[in-house]
């Protein structure tokens, strides 16, 4: 289980992390979103050791992740693919995590094998890897020491469509083994697919956090009406809170039943209606996110 507990992380008048708590439970898939600078990597730095926060806690099972006695044995990281050696071969990467954590010799060419990359590709220098090659070793070396917890930052980049699935694939058998993982991606529809959990943060601080069906099921109702103006008097008139996006549509919680009968009596004419669970992971972030996000970035 990886705990965040009040967790703030400041550089100067700069706060990049302000007061961040949630769990990553045993045996699911976290997914942990926010636009670009939102604070998920100085969180995820924090709790691998890499940063040391301005207040709060990140413990791995109950401790700080530099008081585990051998941690590539409990935690499995890849914070950065492109961040290996170039100069070195993918196996000899693999051989010195190996060493470093006492393992089989064996479990170099068996975490090769399992990660698909070839024999000629292992000894190849990373220099002269694709970013899905180096996806896919630094996705070895996180589970070459058969961690209980995973903490992965966009391990898809770079991955083709037949890798995101493999990956995706991979997780979920770790997860239903009983393994955390905590999985930060701005492929929302992989995360939608994929994670049991979902925190949301932006602006360094979290905006929502829960299960997924349970963040889907409240994001209520998205309409779209000839006339939006009219809808949206109708709605006020009814007691029904909306807001009105830059597309035209407009959200609101009440159910979409309620939001048509409105409608209906007010004689407006409606040309969407539907729940915003159907709408999926996407409009959930961006409505979430609205205030933090700038355009063209997608997470």
Do not use: C
Request: zero cysteines; glycine letters at 10%; charged letters at 25%.
């Amino acid at each position: 289980m990886i705990t965040i507990d009040s967790l703030t992380k400041r550089y100067g008048g700069f706060t990049a992390v302000d007061d961040v708590s949630f769990t990553a439970r045993s045996g699911r898939v976290t997914g942990f979103l926010g636009p670009n600078g939102a604070g998920k990597s100085t969180s995820m730095r924090v709790m691998v050791g890499l940063t040391v926060p301005t207040s709060g806690q990140a413990l791995i099972d109950g401790r700080p992740f530099a008081e585990l006695p051998n941690p590539g044995r409990k935690v499995g990281v890849l914070l950065d693919a492109s961040a290996q050696h170039a100069g070195r071969t993918g196996r000899e990467i693999l051989t010195i995590a190996q060493r470093t954590m006492g393992l089989p010799k064996l479990s170099v060419d068996h975490m090769l094998h399992k990660v698909s990359l070839t024999d000629e590709e292992a000894d190849r220098r990373v220099r002269n890897y694709s970013l899905g090659m180096r996806q896919r070793l630094g996705i070895a070396t996180a589970l070459i020491g058969d961690p209980e917890v995973l903490i992965l930052d966009e391990p898809a980049n770079g991955l083709d469509p037949a890798g995101i699935r493999w990956m995706r694939d991979l997780l979920r058998e770790y997860a239903n083994k009983g393994g955390t993982v905590l999985l930060s991606s701005h492929l929302l529809h992989e995360i939608e697919v994929i994670a049991d959990d979902i925190v949301v943060i932006g602006n360094g601080r979290i905006v929502a956090q829960g299960t997924k069906s349970e963040l889907l099921e409240a994001a209520g109702t998205v309409v779209r009406a000839e006339s939006p103006a009219d809808l949206t008097r109708a709605l006020t008139a009814a007691g029904i809170t909306s807001t009105a996006s830059t597309d035209g549509a407009i959200r609101t919680d009440a159910e979409p039943a309620l939001v048509g009968k409105v409608a209906l009596a007010a004689s407006v004419a409606l040309t969407e209606l539907k729940s915003a669970d159907t709408a999926g992971l996407e409009e959930m972030f961006l409505e979430l996110t609205a205030e933090t996000q700038r355009e063209g970035v997608a997470a």
